[in-house]
T-cell receptor
Framework: EADIYQTPRYLVIGTGKKITLECSQT?????MYWYQQDPGMELHLIHY???????EKGDLSSESTVSRIRTEHFPLTLESARPSHTSQYLC????????????FGPGTRLTVL | GQNIDQPTEMTATEGAIVQINCTYQ??????LFWYQQHAGEAPTFLSY??LDGLEEKGRFSSFLSRSKGYSYLLLKELQMKDSASYLC??????????WGAGTKLIIKP
């Protein structure tokens, strides 16, 4: 079954740690996205990719980085986590057409102490 | 700037009908999406409108007026499982999605 996966689902870590949030999809989609969402607030785009070796920064200033070495995999890395990074991180994917629907993974809820 | 407005919260009764409004001001328009998001879960796609008018899909319908910068999501025969947040998102001239903060819908028996 085609789907989009994120691991871990929940993560509690200390300040200064390096973390990688994993996102994989079996939808055959070219485009992938990372969003940040705080409770009751809108989604903010932090990174996106059109395909392998393509990465772009979104509207939200972020201290994270991404890579796209394989079509199905789009990990997000925080080099040094801070309490301000505490949030829900949502990964999404879509087809190549500009107006294709984005489909979301289950999310990673990150807490930085 | 770009702006999406939705009511923060609405309450409705099981079996009734509810209309959730969304108004937008964006740089360009390439369609409007509605998503449903249950608490603690990911958004799931409900509908996409790019032309004016009403799109019906089962119990859910979505309406768009581009001249008024306005859309609504209509939910009929409400069920308890419809309790969720409903997110309105507009695709701008750069084909980026601009998201509203969502409307939390509470269904009472």
């Amino acid at each position: 079954e085609a789907d989009i996966y994120q691991t871990p689902r929940y993560l509690v870590i200390g300040t200064g740690k390096k973390i990688t949030l994993e996102c994989s999809q079996t939808m055959g989609h070219d485009k992938m996205y990372w969003y940040q969402q705080d409770p009751g607030m809108e989604l903010h785009l932090i990174h996106y990719s059109y395909g392998v070796n393509s990465t772009e920064k979104g509207d939200l200033s972020s201290e994270s980085t991404v890579s796209r070495i394989r079509t199905e995999h789009f990990p997000l890395t925080l080099e040094s986590a801070r309490p301000s990074h505490t949030s829900q991180y949502l990964c999404a994917s879509s087809g190549l057409a500009d107006t294709d629907t984005q489909y979301f993974g289950p999310g990673t809820r990150l807490t930085v102490l | 700037g770009q702006n999406i407005d939705q009511p923060t919260e609405m309450t409705a009764t099981e079996g009734a009908i509810v209309q959730i409004n969304c108004t937008y001001q964006t740089s360009g328009f390439n369609g409007l999406f509605w998503y449903q998001q249950h608490a603690g879960e990911a958004p799931t796609f409900l509908s996409y409108n790019v032309l004016d008018g009403l799109e019906e899909k089962g119990r859910f319908s979505s309406f768009l007026s581009r001249s008024k910068g306005y859309s609504y999501l209509l939910l009929k025969e409400l069920q308890m499982k419809d309790s969720a947040s409903y997110l309105c998102a507009v695709m701008d001239s750069n084909y980026q999605l601009i998201w509203g903060a969502g409307t939390k819908l509470i269904i009472k028996p």
